[in-house]
């Protein structure tokens, strides 16, 4: 399944076992970065910046790959904030029905 910031506040179905691929526009050199604050219910088996080309510090996308730890229904919940802060710049929240594995 693939999800990107468009998909903030939508609820989707995903089998148990099956990969969530999540895109999210980042600028890293502002100090504002993604986290997974899900990580109870998502394990993270990858995670990867694509930068843009031009011009230099210009945002650039971050990958997330996640695979749901149980079925049921789940909340995948990203933050963006700088490390140092505990208050989010802005959350990400994605509803997910996930089937048990046949």
Same mark, same amino acid.
């Given at each position: 399944?693939?999800?990107?910031?468009?998909?903030?506040?939508?609820?989707?179905?995903?089998?148990?076992?099956?990969?969530?691929?999540?895109?999210?526009?980042?600028?890293?050199?502002?100090?504002?970065?993604? %986290? /997974?604050?899900?990580?109870?219910?998502? %394990? %993270?088996?990858?995670?990867?910046?694509?930068?843009?080309? /031009?011009?230099?510090?210009?945002?650039?996308?971050?990958?997330?790959?996640?695979?749901?730890?149980?079925?049921?229904?789940?909340? /995948?919940?990203?933050?963006?904030?700088?490390?140092?802060?505990?208050?989010?710049? %802005?959350? /990400?929240?994605?509803?997910?029905?996930?089937?048990?594995?046949?």
């Amino acid at each position: 399944m693939e999800l990107s910031d468009g998909d903030a506040g939508t609820r989707r179905e995903l089998r148990a076992g099956e990969t969530i691929s999540i895109a999210l526009s980042e600028s890293p050199t502002t100090g504002y970065r993604w %986290e /997974l604050a899900s990580p109870d219910d998502f %394990e %993270e088996i990858g995670d990867r910046t694509i930068a843009a080309t /031009l011009p230099p510090g210009a945002p650039g996308t971050r990958l997330f790959l996640l695979r749901p730890r149980r079925s049921g229904s789940l909340r /995948l919940r990203f933050v963006k904030r700088r490390r140092w802060e505990r208050t989010a710049a %802005e959350e /990400l929240v994605v509803d997910l029905d996930v089937a048990a594995a046949e």
